[in-house]
């Protein structure tokens, strides 16, 4: 992806999380009754957060009858990896290093884990 994509604020992005995770287009029925359970927002907040999504251009949307359908035009992937160079330049001077050792010392990351990194490491460094 070659333009830059900006950050989403928390309920933006969790609406493109639910839109992502569907792998098709979606309603704004469909949206909310996913939130149902996690938000208490009414049908208008989720129809706001959509036309921002649409405005900023993450999202598309087309009319099918009565219904409004969107679809992501911002993949999960651009977005993540984009995030995530963003978080590591800023708060780790781009030190992937620096991070794992900032979770190492605050216990955030336990030797299972660091195991599972050393093993993706040496795969990834192999070529696999």
Not at 1 to 17: N, Q, Y
Not at 43 to 53: G, K, P
Request: hydrophobic content about 40%; proline content about 2%.
């Amino acid at each position: 992806m070659h333009r830059s994509i900006k950050r989403l604020p928390d309920s933006e992005l969790e609406i493109m999380m639910i839109i992502w995770a569907a792998n098709e287009p979606v309603t704004s029925a469909y949206v909310s009754e996913k939130l149902k359970d996690k938000k208490e927002w009414k049908i208008t907040s989720v129809l706001t957060f959509l036309s921002r999504l649409t405005e900023k251009g993450f999202v598309a949307c087309r009319r099918e009858g009565k219904f409004n359908i969107y679809s992501a035009i911002v993949g999960e992937r651009d977005y993540l990896e984009n995030e995530n160079k963003t978080f590591l330049g800023k708060l780790y001077g781009n030190s992937l290093t620096a991070f794992v050792a900032s979770l190492y010392r605050s216990n955030s990351i336990s030797g299972e884990e660091l195991a599972e990194l050393r093993k993706f490491i040496d795969n990834a460094a192999k070529g696999d």
